[in-house]
C-alpha cells in the first residue's frame, strides 16, 4: 500500500449497519509511503492507522474528479 499526504482512506464497513469511513492522510509514518498513516476523518477525530484488507487509499488527483 502507498499512500501520499493528502490522499483519502477509504474504510470500508464490514458487517451490516456498519458504514464506510473517509479520511483524508495528514501524515505518512512509514518509508516511501508505506504505512501507518495518520488520518483525519470527517468528524474531526485523528488516528494512526494501520490500514487492513478493508481499507483502500484513493489518490488526491482523482478525489472530486470523477468525470473530468
Same mark, same amino acid.
Given at each position: 500500500? %502507498? ?5 483519502? !482512506? &477509504?474504510? *470500508?464497513? $464490514?458487517?451490516? /449497519?456498519? *458504514?464506510?469511513?473517509? =479520511? #483524508?492522510?495528514?501524515?505518512?509514518? +512509514?518509508?516511501? /509511503?508505506?504505512?501507518? %498513516? @495518520?488520518?483525519?476523518?470527517g468528524? /474531526? *477525530?485523528? +488516528? !494512526?492507522?494501520?490500514?487492513g484488507?478493508?481499507? @483502500?487509499? #484513493?489518490?488526491? #488527483? $482523482?478525489? =472530486? &474528479?470523477? /468525470?473530468?
Amino acid at each position: 500500500m %502507498y499512500a501520499r499526504i493528502g490522499d483519502r !482512506l &477509504h474504510v *470500508h464497513g $464490514t458487517v451490516v /449497519g456498519q *458504514h464506510d469511513r473517509m =479520511g #483524508e492522510i495528514i501524515e505518512v509514518r +512509514g518509508e516511501n /509511503g508505506s504505512p501507518p %498513516y @495518520v488520518v483525519r476523518f470527517g468528524d /474531526g *477525530h485523528e +488516528g !494512526l492507522i494501520f490500514p487492513g484488507p478493508d481499507c @483502500v487509499i #484513493e489518490p488526491r #488527483e $482523482t478525489v =472530486g &474528479h470523477a /468525470g473530468r
